[in-house]
């Protein structure tokens, strides 16, 4: 299957996924991050606003706020061009391209070299840090420039282990859904 092919399937499972099963899903999700080892030792960490198809992060986001750390978010400022701004709050998310939440442009920027963990989304992930995303290549062209962890956040009724690759994919380090936190062996 090409990519795309791969996209549609996973947006028709999407929307045969009961909210019920989703809820609960992304709270387990966000609460094995938050209690997670790498979590704890990161002071610096790199999360997103999650679109009504991702995990839904903003429990997440409030408690890495509550715990003190420094949350920065993406901010898409062109065609495939990506960079982290920090939040101090969750007054500090507009919406912004794709309608997703994003960081206001008077956030500071925060460099890639001074996260410590990446939380990242996708349409789907595998065991071996395989991921797919929404094909805009924001991720992949940003996250070559981290040199943190990255866990992938997907519920795990959305795995899939033939996701197709491409040269340019960053392979992730670990792989979350609500039922735990596998790391990847790619």
Do not use: W
Not at 48 to 69: M, N, P, V
Not at 136 to 147: E, M, S, W
């Amino acid at each position: 299957m090409t990519k795309q092919e791969v996209r549609s399937e996973i947006a028709r499972r999407v929307k045969n996924l009961s909210p019920v099963y989703c809820q609960e899903a992304d709270e387990a999700i966000c609460r094995l991050v938050v209690q997670s080892e790498l979590c704890k030792a990161a002071q610096t960490v790199f999360c997103y606003a999650g679109s009504e198809r991702e995990i839904d992060t903003t429990g997440l986001l409030h408690a890495l706020l509550k715990a003190g750390k420094t949350v920065v978010l993406p901010l898409c400022r062109e065609k495939g061009v990506m960079e982290a701004r920090r939040i101090e709050g969750m007054g500090d998310l507009v919406s912004g391209k794709y309608g997703i939440l994003a960081p206001r442009l008077t956030c500071p920027v925060v460099e890639p070299e001074a996260i410590e963990l990446a939380l990242i989304p996708c349409s789907t992930g595998s065991r071996t840090g395989l991921r797919l995303g929404y094909g805009g290549g924001y991720y992949d062209r940003y996250l070559p420039r981290t040199r943190c962890p990255k866990m992938l956040l997907c519920r795990s009724q959305l795995v899939r282990e033939d996701i197709p690759v491409e040269e340019y994919d960053v392979r992730m380090d670990y792989l979350v859904t609500e039922k735990g936190i596998t790391p990847c062996n790619g």
